[in-house]
């Protein structure tokens, strides 16, 4: 992201611009006269490299370490190391999860992130929910405002982590093994979440595309409420504290059923099928609402020890 | 040893909760893996011809419906035998290994 984001990454931005810099310079002046000579005398371009980098900010250190031979090989055994290393962890990795797939998710931008957080919270004015496709292949959510994402349950888990340690530090109960105990407990709720939706889609055999990464992201949705209503608790006490969260709940839970009702239920136009089992739509529909009635309790449970 | 932190961390979320309501949910990750452990137990030890085929939930009686439509005991069952095949064997290590921890740490 280019653009610094109003809340969370401003400082972060700034921070990153700094270094590459000197690295890079650095780098090529190293690489080029050390490839063409390399299996000939290890002096030569020990010496090449020495001249330019002394006027940069090597220094005398450094110059030290390029004309030693043992030091050159050994440096370049340890980087044809780290790379093999770096293969095979990639390899592993990606027998468990298609990175692929996880790069979809945090495929956002500025204009998204904040659209959707408008629609988290005032969801009562959007009109199109579908989730557009371009040939069979979601779109990221750069392009369509209703793809899932995982950047923002992300962010949001983390922010109400930290705003949890701000509130219990400003009621004077704060210790850092609280913090632990926090994220822990959130996350313990996330997985036995999306684990019993997993287990319901598949007993009711519901051919959807909800892949797991969709429903941890239409789970971690409930953080922005949370982070909403611990703010107004901790602004304007217990009163704003409930206005909150029935606000932010009703707004959740119009989201997720609007948002589930397209992936679960059977669009009546496409059923050719007739089955006839009206048994199933019924259950479909008392899955989307039994997940969308959790999020109020879920955000309840989570945020009510925090603002007393 | 393992004992005392988790009865200390328990005890700092009881400080946490004391004022709002009295019950305490405290989830660590451990406990959900102890809680997971338990439950695929539990569904290993259920015997096809002793138990399930007396209430009707035997792998034989699952052959009914041609469709695309198998309905919800139908999948169950399924479910139930491909947890006890594939995880009768690792059960049996990772079994071992928390009652060795629980043996040496309490």
Redesign the interface.
């Known amino acids: 992201m280019d653009v610094p984001h109003h809340g969370y990454r401003a400082t972060k931005q700034r921070a990153r611009a700094a270094p590459p810099t000197g690295d890079s310079v650095l780098f090529e002046d190293t690489s080029s006269p050390a490839s063409g000579v390399n299996n000939q005398g290890f002096y030569t371009p020990g010496y090449n490299v020495g001249g330019p980098s002394n006027d940069m900010q090597g220094g005398v250190g450094v110059n030290n370490l390029f004309t030693d031979p043992m030091a050159n090989a050994a440096m370049m055994y340890g980087s044809s190391l780290a790379n093999q290393g770096k293969d095979m962890v990639n390899k592993e990795i990606s027998r468990f999860m298609s990175v692929n797939k996880l790069k979809y998710f945090f495929a956002v931008d500025t204009r998204y992130v904040l659209k959707k957080l408008m629609i988290l919270m005032f969801p009562y004015t959007h009109q199109d929910w579908e989730v557009r496709y371009h040939r069979d292949s979601p779109l990221t959510p750069r392009q369509d405002v209703n793809a899932p994402d995982l950047y923002i349950p992300t962010m949001a888990f983390i922010t109400y982590i930290l705003l949890a340690g701000m509130a219990?530090g400003i009621q004077k109960?704060f210790?850092p093994?609280?913090l632990g105990?926090c994220a822990?407990?959130a996350?313990?709720?996330i997985?036995?979440e999306v684990l019993v939706l997993l287990l319901s889609l598949?007993?009711?055999?519901v051919h959807s595309d909800l892949s797991t990464f969709d429903l941890i992201a239409y789970s971690g949705y409930k953080y922005v409420g949370m982070i909403f209503t611990v703010l107004c608790g901790l602004l304007f006490g217990s009163d704003g504290y409930f206005v909150a969260l029935a606000w932010s709940s009703c707004a959740l839970m119009f989201f997720i059923v609007r948002s589930l009702k397209m992936k679960i239920l059977p669009s009546l136009s496409s059923d050719s099928?007739g089955?006839g089992?009206s048994a199933?739509p019924q259950?479909r529909l008392y899955i989307t609402v039994a997940t969308a009635v959790f999020q109020p309790i879920i955000i309840y449970?989570l945020t009510?020890?925090l603002v007393? | 040893m393992k004992n005392d932190f988790s009865v200390k961390l328990a005890g700092e979320w009881t400080k946490v909760l004391e004022d709002s309501e009295g019950t305490i949910m405290a989830f660590t990750l451990y406990s959900l893996i102890q809680a997971a452990i338990l439950c695929i137990n539990a569904v290993a030890v259920l015997h096809e011809e002793r138990f399930l085929s007396k209430i009707g939930w035997g792998v034989d009686q699952s052959v009914g419906g041609f469709g695309d439509e198998p309905g919800i005991k139908v999948q169950l069952m399924n479910l139930i035998r491909s947890v006890r095949t594939v995880m009768r064997v690792p059960l049996i290590g990772v079994n071992t290994v928390c009652i060795v921890l629980l043996l040496l740490f309490g």
Do not use: A, F
Not at chain 1, 202 to 205: A, D, I, V
């Open positions: 219990l109960r210790s093994e609280v105990i822990s407990t996350l313990v709720w997985i036995i598949y007993l009711l055999t099928m089955m089992s199933k259950l449970w009510s020890h007393r």
